[in-house]
């Protein structure tokens, strides 16, 4: 269960940006959208669900971005970029960009931060890496700074490459030490801080293998099959071998009716050469298989592709975050996908959706909290990104009280988060500079 996520001087995100799934305090109604769950000896409570609002490039995309390029962070144990044959094109390549706003002689770590429940366990992790400059593309990377934290008792901190492990507390968490006195423990630390690359996680590498698997190995779980997050989702193509039994005809096909296909039966056919992806195709009344591409709409190929993940990640019982999620889907669909989420009945494993979007028709108090709202605005004068909630207005003579229609304050400019856009002016100027008589000829 995801609590909250940070990043620092990332892409647009100069100062740090906070994404909290944690519900704001003294707000009440929706508790439909309250989930809870103990770590330790302490309960605690997360959102289920959160929709991300902004005008065109204000920075949205790049809160999912942040998320995806950290998994594939802690997956890979590095820095490096990494090829690999999946679905989602965004995960082969780590968009480490900083942000282009740095004024000073040196330059500032991009930061990442995660606090998440899993296993009966909460988790703080945090990581600063050295990136250079924006676009710097010869500075030689590195990891500077990274801290884990276990039920708000820190494990390890890793400074460079000085390394401090709090060896008493690791005990409560994993029985199975490789190091079990403190002599043990400083020379594993010695060996860790010779053999560290600049560019390795610690997490991954020395504190995998020498100090503690058992506490990576929940770790890389969590982010490996309950944080699956999906930056420029419209690319995304589902296949047998990635969806595993959520491929299954019978599901996709049953679906598929839910959706409006009656017409034509849906299958993967696997292409000759095995090293390319299976295709979705339709089959015809005479047997033939046509690609789904060419014979159905868009919206039904991204609604195929996309309800696997969906599934997924209510029996599992993780966080899905999107990218562009709504595209082509009729705003039903969405609703319909929203009230599962927020089902008790149906969401039973603590399931979590996130998703940006431009559609209005979700700013609705009877389906959204105000701190499952948020905006993002990108200034006119620095070019950066802020990141902020509906929650965060007050509530006493505003616009964010419950019973208010968010959807007309939001196209009032009462929230921010919204350009006004009048193209009229540069068409104007384009039709006097060519003109009727020049065109015609």
Known sequence: MLLEFKTKNYKSFKDEVVFSMIPAPKQK????????????????????SSVVYGANAAGKSNIVSAIQTFKSIVLNGNINNKKANVPNAAET???????????????????????????????????????????????KRSVKNEILKIDEKEIFRRNGKELNVNEKILKFFDENLVSKSPKNLKIVLSISEESLNERDLFLCNGFKTIISSGIYDAIYEYFSLFLNSYY????VNMVPSYMDKFYEDSFLNEAAK????????LVFVRPDNPAEMPVLCSVMDNKRFLPSIT??????????????????????????????????????VI??????????????????????????IFLNNNLFRRDEIKFVERSDETNCSELYS?????????????????????FMNKYGAIKDIDLSGIILKQMEKYGDSKASK
């Open 29 to 48: 109604g929706l508790d439909y959208s309250i989930l809870k769950k103990t770590a330790g000896k302490k309960e605690y409570k997360a959102l289920c």
């Open 93 to 139: 390549n780590l968009e480490l960009i900083p942000n282009n706003a740095c004024k000073s002689n040196l330059p500032e770590p991009v930061s990442f931060f995660i606090k998440f429940i899993h296993k009966s366990m909460l988790f703080e992790y945090s990581l600063d890496v050295d990136l250079g400059f924006f676009l710097d593309e010869n500075y």
């Open 232 to 235: 420029h989702s419209f690319s």
């Open 258 to 265: 839910c959706f409006g296909i009656y017409t034509n039966k």
């Open 295 to 332: 014979y159905e709409s868009y919206g039904t190929v991204r609604f195929v592709n996309i309800l696997p993940m969906l599934a997924q990640t209510l029996v599992r019982g993780g966080t899905i975050v999107l990218d562009e999620f709504d595209p082509s889907l009729h705003p039903m």
């Open 335 to 360: 609703m319909n996908i929203l009230n599962i989420f927020h089902n008790d009945e149906i969401n039973k494993n603590h399931a979590q959706i996130i998703f940006n979007t431009q559609n209005p």
């Open 390 to 410: 509906l929650s965060d207005f007050g509530t006493k003579g505003a616009n964010a009280r419950k019973g208010k229609d968010y959807m007309d304050n939001y």
